[in-house]
C-alpha cells in the first residue's frame, strides 16, 4: 500500500486520489472521463482495486498533480499544497497583483503561512497601505499599515524596513488624528533617506516645529533638497508667516499654492490648507469665505476617515 501523510493522516493511493479530485471539486465521472468507468475509479478510491500504470499516470494529468506524484512515498500532500500556493502568490506578487494575493490568504481562516509567503503579505499590505494614503483613505490606510506590522512579527526575514515605513505612514496618521503615541523620525539615521514618505514626513515636522515654537529651524528645514513637493514648502512658508502674525501673507502664499499643479495636492495637505484659510477668514471676521474652507475641510475629511 502507498502511504502518504496529510495533515497528519495517513493516505493510499486511493485516499490520495479522492483528496484531490474533491479538492478541485471535480465528481467521479468527470474525472474518470471516457478513459476507465466511474465504477472502477470508485473501486480504486476505496482500495479494492489497482489501477494500472497508465490509469494511474492518466489521473495523474487529469488531476494536473506532478509526475509520479501519486506512487511515490515520498511526496507529502500537504507540502505539495505549500508548494502550489508559494509558486501562485509569487506570480501574483511578481504581477503586482498585490490586492488578489492579500485577498486569496485573507479567504484560508486560521492558516499558517510560511516566512516567505509572510514575508510577502507584509508587503503587499504596505503597498496597499501607502496606495490608501496617497488616495486619501486613513481608515484603510490604518488597516494596512497595521497588518503590515503584524505580518512583518511572524516572519524571521529581515523586515525592518517594511516595518520603519508602516510605522512612518503611521505616524502620519497620528499627526491628523491624535490616534497613535509614538515619536517622529529621529532624521541623524540615514535608513530612512529614500523612504518613499519622507517629504512628507519632513512636512509634518516642519509643522510640529512651528507649532512647538520652532518656526525659524522649520523654515531652515524646508530649504532641504529632500522636499520634492514645492506645495509642502509653500504651506510651510504660509505657516510660518502666521506664527509670525503675517495672516495676510500667509493667505496670499496658500492662494498661489492653490494655483499650482493638482498633482502636487494631496488629501492631507488641503486638508490643513483648508484649515489654515478657515482660520485666517475667521479671525478677519470674513465669514463667507470661513463656511466656503470649512465645508472643503468637511468635505475632505470625510475622504480622510473613509466615510462612505
Avoid: W
Avoid at 496597499?128 to 490606510?141: N, P, Q, V
Avoid at 516642519?206 to 507649532?211: A, F, G, N, R, S
Wanted: glycine fraction near 6%; hydrophobic fraction near 35%.
Amino acid at each position: 500500500m502507498i502511504e502518504n501523510k496529510v495533515f497528519g493522516v495517513i493516505m493510499n493511493l486511493g485516499e490520495k486520489i479522492k483528496y484531490f479530485r474533491t479538492k478541485q471539486g471535480l465528481t467521479q465521472s468527470q474525472l474518470a472521463g471516457t478513459f476507465i468507468t466511474r465504477n472502477m475509479l470508485s473501486k480504486i478510491e476505496n482500495g479494492s482495486a489497482s489501477p494500472s500504470l497508465a490509469t494511474i499516470e492518466y489521473i495523474t494529468e487529469r488531476l494536473s498533480l506532478p509526475h509520479g506524484f501519486l506512487i511515490s512515498g515520498k511526496d507529502d500532500a500537504h507540502q505539495y499544497e505549500n508548494a502550489q500556493m508559494l509558486e501562485l502568490l509569487k506570480n501574483m506578487y511578481a504581477n503586482g497583483e498585490y490586492e488578489q494575493l492579500v485577498h486569496k490568504c485573507e479567504k484560508d481562516e486560521g492558516a499558517v503561512y510560511s516566512d516567505e509567503i509572510s514575508c510577502m503579505l507584509a508587503d503587499c499590505y504596505l503597498k496597499l497601505g501607502i496606495e490608501k494614503y496617497r488616495y486619501g483613505d486613513m481608515t484603510s490606510a490604518e488597516k494596512h499599515f497595521c497588518a503590515c506590522i503584524s505580518r512583518c512579527d511572524k516572519t524571521v526575514y529581515n523586515t525592518d524596513n517594511l516595518r520603519k515605513n508602516a510605522k512612518l505612514y503611521m505616524n502620519l496618521i497620528n499627526f491628523y488624528f491624535g490616534k497613535y503615541a509614538g515619536d517622529f523620525a529621529d532624521f541623524s539615521d540615514d535608513s530612512f533617506f529614500g523612504n518613499d514618505c519622507l517629504c512628507e514626513y519632513l512636512y509634518v515636522y516642519c509643522l510640529k516645529l512651528i507649532e512647538s515654537g520652532g518656526a525659524e529651524y522649520a523654515l531652515s528645514a524646508s530649504e532641504l533638497p529632500l522636499f520634492s513637493n514645492e506645495s509642502y514648502v509653500m504651506h510651510i512658508h504660509a505657516r510660518y508667516e502666521m506664527s509670525r502674525g503675517n495672516t495676510q501673507s500667509a493667505k496670499e502664499i496658500m492662494s498661489e499654492l492653490l494655483k499650482r499643479d493638482p498633482e502636487e495636492h494631496t488629501c492631507q495637505l488641503l486638508y490643513n490648507v483648508y484649515s489654515d484659510l478657515e482660520a485666517i477668514c475667521r479671525s478677519g471676521e470674513d465669514y463667507k469665505n470661513a463656511y466656503k474652507y470649512a465645508t472643503l475641510k468637511g468635505e475632505l475629511y470625510s475622504v480622510l476617515i473613509g466615510a462612505q
